[in-house]
């Protein structure tokens, strides 16, 4: 079972977010950790504890994890340490403004063994397109202080697709990116979400599979594999296990507001709201997920990345379109899983077969 903490917190918003992160309710952050301990504890007891399961990952995201004071995340490692699986992998993400190197160390003695930094360009006049609060100096020094301390894994967020984009430019980030001793990548192509800054300005993305393509072949020359659309990791070891554990369709818990979580085929949905979430934060909207709904969740899930989807699933119909794929060696099968070997066209792929 996997454990997502939502931290609804930010210094700045960019102008392509569409998280639940304000940058005007600091005042609230004591409260908000309160229920968020009172969440965490009221589902660990009540699912977790009573059905015997383990924690085998911690992610905490946001918004940005690195807004809360280390030491004010004490308690709910407390509370987590009695259902951890004993080489759990825990992640925070991180803002390299507030993560400092205490901070960083702080986490890192809680028990964190993976930082992933939300980078996004080492391109100053980029940075400041996209609305971020950083500068490329202070990316690479806290890239620098998680290695010093000793961090297992540390992860790089690299956004592509963006207005005045090129493989030139893009390869320039990444140059630097992997002159820093990361260990895993994330490249994500901009999307343009309702809510945003950039939302009505289209001109601001570049659709261009080639670019993309392009953008994996050179990532890939600089021995980073790539294991979903957009995650490369140094590693075998190095590939994030929480992310694998959503493309897997595992249980997980949802913790904090605006999170997602999953069990009992129910998708749980705490209060968005800070203020109605402090107020009751056992609020839960559910959602119950058909067994269709899920076979259609394991699909598309199971092409974007190198887990592939068991053939099981699926029925006489769904396996001969398969088989046709294979046939056009856009699909291949092995010990009766079925793997997509393109995966840009991930979505198309799977609604043809299930269409």
Known sequence: MLLYIHIPFCDSKCFYCAFNSYTDKFHLKKEYMKALKAQLKYELQNYVEKNNKKIETVFIGGGTPSTIKFYEYEEVFELIKPYLKEDAE?????????ASFDWQKGMFELGVNRISFGVQSFHQDKLKFLGRSHNNKSAIKAIQNANCIGFNGINCDI????????????????????????????????????????????????????????????IHSKGFTQYEISNFARAKEFESKHNYGYWEHKEYLGIGAGAVGYYENNRRYPTKNIEEYIQNPLNIELEELSLEDIKT???????????????????????????????????????????????????????????
């Open 297 to 355: 969740e394991k699909t598309l899930l199971g092409f974007r990345c190198s887990n592939g989807v068991d053939l099981s699933i699926f029925n006489e119909k769904e396996l001969e379109k398969i088989e046709d794929l294979i046939e056009y060696q856009k699909l291949e099968k092995k010990d009766n899983r079925v793997y997509n070997k393109e995966f840009l066209l991930s979505d198309e792929l799977a609604l043809y077969i299930l269409g």
């Open 90 to 98: 825990i992640t925070t993400e991180a803002n390299p403004n507030s």
């Open 159 to 218: 956004i592509y697709g963006v207005q005045g984009d090129t493989l030139s430019s893009m390869k320039e980030d990444f140059n630097t990116a992997f002159s820093l001793p990361i260990t895993h990548l994330s490249a994500y192509s901009l999307t343009i979400e309702e809510g945003t800054k950039f939302f009505d300005r289209s001109s601001v993305k570049i659709d261009d599979e080639e670019l993309s393509k392009e953008i994996f072949d050179y």
